[in-house]
C-alpha cells in the first residue's frame, strides 16, 4: 500500500510536470497560485528570515568572541542564510502555511464532487488544480527565498552593528566576501547563490505537489479534509529536511 | 427497505418476500390484482403526466446508452450482471434503495469507472476500450448533474456555467455570455440576479438549477442526474422534476435519472430500472412496473 502511494505521489508529480508544456495553459489561476503562494506568504517569511539573521549574528558574535573573531560574524550569517536557513525556513514556513492550504481547498472540492465535476466537464483536474499551484510554487519560492535571505542578513547587519560594534561597511565586505569565496558560475553568478536557489525551486515542487497528493486522496468528508492538510503540513516539512540533506551533498560535490 | 410500508388508503400491506423474485402462486392473484389496481389510483396522476410526455418526445429506436451484462466489484460486488438500453430521446430513471450502486451506474456511463465485466457503450463507442484523454472527449457529449450539485465555489454563477464553454468551444465572450443567459433562463433564473453571486449564496433548489445550466451549457445529447430532487423541500423537487421534464420534451435530450422518488420517477420515465442487491429486479415502463407481478417491485412501491 505504501509503496503504490509512492508510485502514485511521482505519477502525480510527473503528469503536473508534463501539463506545463501542454495547451491550454491557465494562466489566470497561475498568477492567482502565485498571489496565494507568494505574495501573501511575504510578509511571514520576512519576519522570520529577519529574526533569523538577527539570531544568527548574536550567536555567532558570543562563539567568535572567544577566538577574537567577531569581524567574521557577516560571512558566517550570509553562508548560514544563503546556503541553509534562508531556503528551509521559509520551505517549512510555506509548507505549513501554503500545503495546508492547497490540500484543503483540493480536499473539500474533492468532498463535495467538485473533482468529479472537473471531470465529467472533460477537463483533467490535474491540469487544471494541480498544474497551476505547482508552476507558481516553482517560480514564488525561490523568489521568497532571497528577499528571506536578504532581510536575514540585514538582520545581521543590525546586531552586529549595534551589539557587536562592527561598522557596518566592513560587515557588508565580509558578507561580499563570503559570496565571492564559492566562486562564479558563468563569470557573474556566485556559486553559492545557484546552490540557495536549487533548493527552493525543489521544495516548492515538494509542497504543491504534497498539498495536492493529499488533497485529491482525501476520503470521508470534512474529517478527511482535516486530515488531509494535517499530513500535507508533516509529510511535506519532513520531505523539505530530508531531502534538504541529499541535496546538499549533491550540491556540494558539483559546485564545492 | 422501509419494514413498515406506509399505508395511506388501507391497502392490505404487502407480505414478506421470500428469496425468489417474481414466482407467483395462483391463489394470490385477485390479492395482486388488487394492489395493481390500487397502485394505479395512487399514481393515476403522475401516469398520466408521464404517458403524454412519452407520447410527446416520441424517442427513437436508436440506443445512446447502453450497459451490456455489466459487473462491477470494489471490496465487495456493487453491481452483477447490470444491463438496460435508453434509446435517443428517451429518459431513463434508475431506482431503487440506497446503497444498490445507483450512482455507481452513471459513473460508468461517465467513464469514471470501469466495468470488471460487461461493455458500457455511449453514442456508439465502447467505453472500456477508451483511454482517460478520449473518455475526456466523450464526457463533453454527457452533461451531469451532481447530488449536490457540485458548484465550483470558488467561482460566480455565471463562471460555473460559461466554464464548459469556455473550455470547448471557440465561442467569443460575448457569445459565452448569451448562451449563459440562455441557460439560466431555461432553468427559470433571472441571469441578472444570480450571474454575480458565489455558489455558497444560493438554495439548495437554486444551486441545483445552476447545476442543470452547467450541464447542458454545451447542449450535450445525453443528461444525466444523480438524485436531483433529494434534500429538496415538495415544492423545489415539483419544479427541478418539471425542469428535467422541460429539458425532455423541448430539447429531445436523452436523461439518465438516479433517484429513489418514485413519483417524480412515474412522471418523467419512459422506463424504470429497479436495483436490488446489485441487480436489476425490473425494467419496464412506469405502466408496466404497476403491473409487475414481482412482490420486490410491489414493496417497493409499497413502501415509497
Redesign the interface.
Given at each position: 500500500m505504501r509503496v503504490l502511494a509512492v508510485q502514485e505521489y511521482f505519477g502525480l508529480a510527473a503528469k503536473a510536470i508534463r501539463f506545463i508544456f501542454a495547451r491550454p495553459f491557465y494562466l489566470g489561476d497561475v498568477v492567482q497560485q502565485m498571489d496565494s503562494i507568494g505574495v501573501e506568504s511575504l510578509g511571514i517569511v520576512l519576519l522570520t528570515g529577519f529574526f533569523t539573521g538577527m539570531v544568527l549574528a548574536l550567536q555567532t558574535s558570543v562563539q567568535m568572541a572567544q577566538f577574537g573573531a567577531t569581524m567574521y560574524i557577516g560571512r558566517l550569517v550570509t553562508a548560514s542564510m544563503v546556503r541553509e536557513l534562508g531556503p528551509v525556513l521559509a520551505a517549512i514556513l510555506v509548507a505549513g502555511r501554503v500545503g495546508s492550504g492547497i490540500a484543503a481547498q483540493i480536499g473539500s472540492m474533492r468532498v463535495t464532487e467538485q473533482i468529479d465535476a472537473l471531470n465529467t466537464l472533460g477537463v483533467d483536474p490535474i491540469k487544471k488544480l494541480v498544474t497551476p499551484r505547482l508552476l507558481a510554487a516553482l517560480i514564488m519560492m525561490p523568489v521568497l527565498t532571497i528577499l528571506s535571505d536578504t532581510v536575514g542578513i540585514g538582520g545581521g547587519n543590525v546586531i552586529a552593528t549595534a551589539y557587536v560594534g562592527i561598522p557596518t561597511g566592513l560587515y557588508w565586505r565580509t558578507v561580499w566576501e563570503q559570496i565571492a569565496s564559492g566562486g562564479f558560475i558563468l563569470h557573474y553568478i556566485p556559486s553559492d547563490f545557484v546552490q540557495g536557489l536549487v533548493k527552493p525551486f525543489v521544495f516548492g515542487g515538494i509542497i504543491a505537489i504534497t498539498g495536492c497528493y493529499f488533497g485529491i486522496n482525501t476520503k470521508g468528508g470534512t474529517e478527511g479534509v482535516g486530515n488531509a492538510t494535517t499530513r500535507t503540513v508533516v509529510v511535506a516539512s519532513v520531505l523539505i529536511l530530508v531531502i534538504d540533506y541529499f541535496l546538499t551533498q549533491v550540491l556540494l560535490f558539483l559546485f564545492g | 427497505m422501509s419494514d413498515a410500508p406506509r399505508d395511506t388508503k388501507g391497502a392490505p400491506a404487502p407480505p414478506e418476500h421470500d428469496e425468489e423474485h417474481g414466482a407467483t402462486p395462483d391463489d394470490d392473484e385477485p390479492r395482486l390484482r388488487r394492489a395493481e389496481e390500487e397502485l394505479r389510483a395512487r399514481f393515476a396522476e403522475e401516469l398520466q403526466e408521464g404517458e403524454e410526455t412519452q407520447e410527446r418526445i416520441g424517442a427513437s429506436r436508436e440506443a445512446i446508452v447502453e450497459l451490456d451484462h455489466v459487473s462491477l466489484a470494489f471490496d465487495r460486488p456493487i453491481l452483477e450482471n447490470v444491463s438496460f438500453v435508453a434509446r435517443r430521446g428517451e429518459t431513463i430513471v434508475i431506482a431503487g434503495e440506497s446503497g444498490t450502486g445507483k450512482s455507481t451506474t452513471l459513473k460508468l456511463i461517465?467513464r469514471?469507472l470501469r466495468p470488471d465485466s460487461g461493455r458500457v457503450i455511449v453514442d456508439g463507442e465502447v467505453l472500456n476500450d477508451v483511454t482517460?484523454e478520449e473518455a475526456?472527449?466523450i464526457?463533453?457529449k454527457?452533461g451531469?448533474v451532481?447530488?449536490?450539485a457540485?458548484?465550483?465555489?470558488?467561482m460566480s454563477v455565471f463562471e460555473n456555467v460559461a466554464?464548459?464553454l469556455r473550455?470547448?468551444t471557440q465561442l467569443d465572450d460575448d457569445a459565452i455570455e448569451a448562451r449563459v443567459r440562455e441557460k439560466l433562463e431555461f432553468v427559470d433564473l433571472e441571469p441578472d440576479r444570480v450571474m454575480d453571486q458565489l455558489p455558497a449564496e444560493l438554495s439548495g433548489g437554486m444551486k441545483k438549477r445552476v447545476g442543470i445550466a452547467?450541464g447542458m451549457a454545451v447542449n450535450p445529447a445525453i443528461m444525466l442526474y444523480d438524485e436531483p430532487t433529494s434534500g429538496l423541500d415538495p415544492l423545489t423537487t415539483g419544479t427541478i422534476t418539471r425542469l428535467i421534464m422541460k429539458l425532455q420534451r423541448e430539447l429531445k435530450v436523452t436523461s439518465v435519472v438516479v433517484s429513489h422518488d418514485i413519483r417524480s420517477a412515474f412522471r418523467m420515465a419512459s422506463k424504470i430500472a429497479l436495483l436490488a442487491e446489485k441487480r436489476i429486479v425490473f425494467f419496464g415502463s412506469p405502466e408496466e412496473m404497476t403491473a409487475s407481478q414481482d412482490r420486490y417491485v410491489q414493496e417497493f412501491l409499497g413502501g415509497v
Open positions: - | 461517465l469514471l482517460y475526456l472527449v464526457r463533453q454527457m451531469m451532481f447530488q449536490g457540485a458548484l465550483f465555489d470558488s466554464f464548459p473550455e470547448h452547467r
